[in-house]
């Protein structure tokens, strides 16, 4: 595995199971979390941060979803507001919210409808979009990690 040559450790567990997360946890600096787009995403979050704070991490990088707000439409999206809320609230953890717009491979699964009706349908509005690619926000999640002074508790 390519993590593993490059001196990565590989840790094999369930992020919904609190032993295996704190397990994973353990002995670690800094650490990036992005929680999967579900219901759930409070509780993934908040189960993260939990360990966080009891393994003493340093600090987190947590990937929320654009647009978070108390009253948005979308249950996901209130969920990552809340989960940025809780997040604030570790005494001891700082953190760093990573929240970029639509990904770029996001405009992929709208192919279909440029098939079928020669459009590109997006919630956008008249807004614009410049769609960051994964490699792109890899590698600031990896710079907010590597030097986090500058990024705590920004956006």
Not at 20 to 43: E, I
Not at 48 to 62: D, H, R, S
Request: charged share 15%; glycine share 6%.
């Amino acid at each position: 595995m390519a993590l593993e040559a490059a001196g990565a450790e590989i840790f094999v567990g369930d992020v919904h199971d609190f032993g295996h997360l704190k397990a994973a946890l353990t002995d670690v600096q800094r650490a990036f979390h992005c929680p999967p787009f579900s219901p759930n995403v409070l509780y993934d979050a908040s189960l993260f941060a939990v360990a966080a704070e009891q393994t003493k991490l340093e600090c987190v990088t947590l990937m929320g979803a654009r647009n978070p707000h108390a009253v948005h439409p979308s249950i996901h999206r209130r969920g990552h507001w809340i989960a940025q809320h809780v997040y604030r609230l570790m005494p001891s953890v700082d953190v760093i919210h990573l929240t970029p717009s639509f990904f770029a491979f996001d405009y992929f699964l709208g192919l279909p409808a440029v098939v079928h009706f020669g459009q590109l349908m997006l919630p956008l509005g008249d807004g614009r979009n410049a769609p960051p690619s994964n490699e792109d926000i890899a590698r600031v999640a990896a710079a907010t990690l590597a030097n986090p002074a500058p990024h705590i508790g920004k956006v």
